[in-house]
Structure formats: structure tokens, C-alpha cells
Nanobody, 125 residues
Framework: QVRLVESGGGLVQAGASLRVSCAAS????????VDWFRQVPGNEREFVAA????????YYADSVKGRFTISRDNARNLLYLQMNSLKPEDTAVYYC??????????????????WGQGTQVTVSS
């Protein structure tokens, strides 16, 4: 059974940094491209960042490029999102996500098969 469990969210001030993590289990993590999405109540889930199964390729939404860094540790089945220079508009629930197929990278919510339960990130002004 695929399981994605996020942790590390919290309340920070604008300009601060925060790292969220995702622990994966139930599948061969190192064979899957994985993503971070975020969602604000009333809005659709929004792509934030993706990383290839080897970690060699990364992709970012324009809104976070240069501030956020996605990374992974395949030996420990962990996915990370380092968030720097946080802004109030980054406030959302952050979700770890994976597609159904191995060795692809996706960047839309419709292509995601597996979701974590989410972790709240709140940035105060």
C-alpha cells in the first residue's frame, strides 16, 4: 500500500525558511518522479515542484523558482522541499504526490495517483 506522510509544516514570519519532508513507503520510491503541490481553501491544488526519480532533474512553478528547492534521498525514501524567503502568499497545505507510472515526471494534479495527507504552512506578514 502506497503511503506518503508529510511533516515539518508550521507558522513562520515572512522572509523565514522552512523545510517540509515526505516519508514514502509501499512502493519503490527510487523509480518514481515525485512532486510537491499546495492548496488554499477554495482553490485548486497547485503544482509547486517536481523531481525526477534519479534526482537529476527538477522543475518549479514560476511563483517559487529561486526560493524553493526540491530534493530527495532515495536510500531513505524521503522527499524534501526547502522553502526560503517565504511570503504570505505561500500559505497553503503542502502535499507530497506521486504518479501511477514509474520513471515519469508529471506537473499537473490530474496526473497524480497518490497523495499524502498534507502539512499546513502558514506565513505571517
Amino acid at each position: 500500500q502506497v503511503r506518503l506522510v508529510e511533516s515539518g509544516g508550521g507558522l513562520v514570519q515572512a522572509g523565514a525558511s522552512l523545510r517540509v519532508s515526505c516519508a514514502a513507503s509501499g512502493f519503490t520510491f527510487g523509480r518514481y518522479g515525485v512532486d510537491w503541490f499546495r492548496q488554499v481553501p477554495g482553490n485548486e491544488r497547485e503544482f509547486v515542484a517536481a523531481i525526477s526519480w534519479t534526482g537529476d532533474a527538477t522543475y518549479y512553478a514560476d511563483s517559487v523558482k529561486g526560493r524553493f528547492t526540491i530534493s530527495r534521498d532515495n536510500a531513505r525514501n524521503l522527499l524534501y522541499l526547502q522553502m526560503n524567503s517565504l511570503k504570505p502568499e505561500d500559505t497553503a497545505v503542502y502535499y507530497c504526490a506521486a504518479p501511477r507510472m514509474e520513471r515519469i515526471v508529471v506537473r499537473t494534479a490530474g496526473e497524480i495517483e497518490y497523495w499524502g495527507q498534507g502539512t499546513q504552512v502558514t506565513v505571517s506578514s
